[in-house]
């Protein structure tokens, strides 16, 4: 069973400060899909990166796929309190339609 | 619409007690997903049906049933359940097939607690 580690677990920051979040994995990819969960909702997809080296923005959030397909980063730059969640990488793996969470990374943003 | 809803939002109930959650969807999505989520965890998969029908059971434990009577409804039936049941059930769909790409829509879920 593939397995997806985030990393870091825990990120408290300051608004506009920037960060960076990793997941990781023994296996390759065969997509990649960021979702971000706020608190009291389900997670919603905010990306799905395929192609290996594949850089992907989306306002103020920036997604890398490792060019071996065994990693991936989410940038966000000038974090906003609106950013505050539990952000989680998955990958379709194993039998048909089964999505594999990462071990999440929960992001708190002070004002 | 692209929207899940799930009811009811908030529920309590004693290990004695039957209950059902419900979740629906009218994307005409033909894969249906129940996972269960601990506070600050990632969710994890319980069960998939695809076209109303039961196709990945991750060894849950038979308290929880699963039952989908079309392509828009989703229940889980839930009947003696123990305190560490106590979870955010979060129901969600998606289209059926190989791709590595189909997103899934997720309800806001229902946080249960048990007694």
């Known amino acids: 069973t593939q397995l997806l580690e985030q990393s870091p677990q825990f990120l408290s920051i300051q608004e506009g400060e920037n960060l960076t979040v990793y997941c990781n994995s023994s296996s390759v990819f065969s997509s990649l899909q960021w979702y971000r969960q706020e608190p009291g909702e389900g997670p919603v997809l905010l990306v799905t990166?395929?192609?290996?080296?594949e850089v992907k923005k989306l306002k103020r959030l920036t997604f890398q796929f490792g060019d071996a397909r065994k990693d991936s980063s989410l940038h966000i730059t000038a974090a906003q309190t609106g950013d505050t969640g539990l952000y989680l990488c998955?990958?379709?793996?194993?039998?048909?339609?089964?999505?594999?969470f990462g071990t999440g990374t929960l992001l708190a943003v002070q004002p | 619409d692209t929207e899940v809803t799930q009811t009811p939002k908030h529920l309590v109930m004693g290990m004695t007690n039957k209950k059902s959650l419900k979740c629906e969807q009218h994307m005409g999505h033909r894969a249906m997903y129940w996972y269960k989520q601990k506070a600050k965890k990632p969710p994890e998969l319980m069960f998939v049906?695809?076209?109303?029908?039961?196709?990945i059971n991750e060894s849950v434990p038979s308290r929880f049933s699963p039952e989908c009577p079309n392509s828009s409804l989703l229940n889980l039936h839930l009947h003696a359940l123990q305190p560490e049941d106590s979870a955010l059930y979060l129901c969600a769909s998606s289209s059926w097939g190989d791709s590595p790409s189909y997103e899934q829509y997720f309800g806001p879920g229902t946080r249960l607690t048990v007694t």
């Open positions: 998955a990958s379709y793996g194993g039998a048909t339609n089964k999505l594999i």
């Open positions: 049906y695809s076209y109303e029908k039961l196709s």
């Open positions: 990166v395929v192609t290996g080296g």
